[in-house]
Every structure is written in structure tokens, then in C-alpha cells.
Nanobody, 126 residues
């Protein structure tokens, strides 16, 4: 089974940028479709972005489209989320997740992912 560890979270002012990383161990990352999700206090976990095993297909939530970019480096077993033009409403714990089925297009629903990281906090101040 793959283990996932996120990093790169922090505090930033509105309009700023952060890049999240998710390092996989135990299995080769290229085996999995990957996704980013986030959960704000008192809210359900929500989809942010998804990427296919090769990186050739991506998808985004409307709320982050244009501002966020998901990418992966399978040689480094690492998934990324570049977040630009951050807004206070982006404040949440961000999770990376792995889908072992390799289905296409890559999934967007939480139940379609079977491995999760522990999360990294992103806080955006006005």
C-alpha cells in the first residue's frame, strides 16, 4: 500500500501563493490517479483537483480553476498543487489522495480514492 505525506502548507496573505507537495512511499506513484481535497472547519471534505497516472489529464473544482495547478513528477514519486491568488475562503486542511483503480477520467469523489495523507493546513488571511 502507498503511504502519502503532504507538506508545504502555511499562512499567507490573500493574493499570495503556496505550493503543496505530497510524497508517496511504499508503491510507485505512477500506479495511481491522484487528487487533492480540502476540508474547512465545520464543512465536508471537498474536491480540489485530480490528475491521471501519466499526468496527461487533469480536472479542477470551479472554485480553484485558473488559480490552482495540479502536477506530478512520477520519477520523484511526488504530487504537487501550485496555489496562486489565494483567497481567505481557500483556508482549509489540504489532503492528497490516491486512486488505485487507475480509472479514466481520473476521479473527483472522495469515495473513489482509497489512500489518504494526513493533511497540511493552509491559512489565508485577508
Amino acid at each position: 500500500q502507498v503511504q502519502l505525506v503532504e507538506s508545504g502548507g502555511g499562512s499567507v496573505q490573500a493574493g499570495g501563493s503556496l505550493r503543496l507537495s505530497c510524497v508517496a512511499s511504499g508503491r510507485t506513484l505512477s500506479t495511481y490517479n491522484m487528487g487533492w481535497f480540502r476540508q474547512a472547519p465545520g464543512k465536508e471534505r471537498e474536491f480540489v483537483a485530480t490528475i491521471s497516472r501519466s499526468g496527461g489529464t487533469t480536472g479542477y473544482a470551479d472554485s480553484v480553476k485558473v488559480r490552482f495547478t495540479i502536477s506530478r513528477d512520477n520519477a520523484k514519486n511526488t504530487l504537487y498543487l501550485q496555489m496562486n491568488s489565494l483567497k481567505p475562503e481557500d483556508t482549509a486542511v489540504y489532503y492528497c489522495a490516491a486512486d488505485s483503480t487507475g480509472s479514466m477520467p481520473p476521479p473527483r469523489r472522495t469515495y473513489e480514492f482509497d489512500r489518504w495523507g494526513q493533511g497540511t493546513q493552509v491559512t489565508v488571511s485577508p
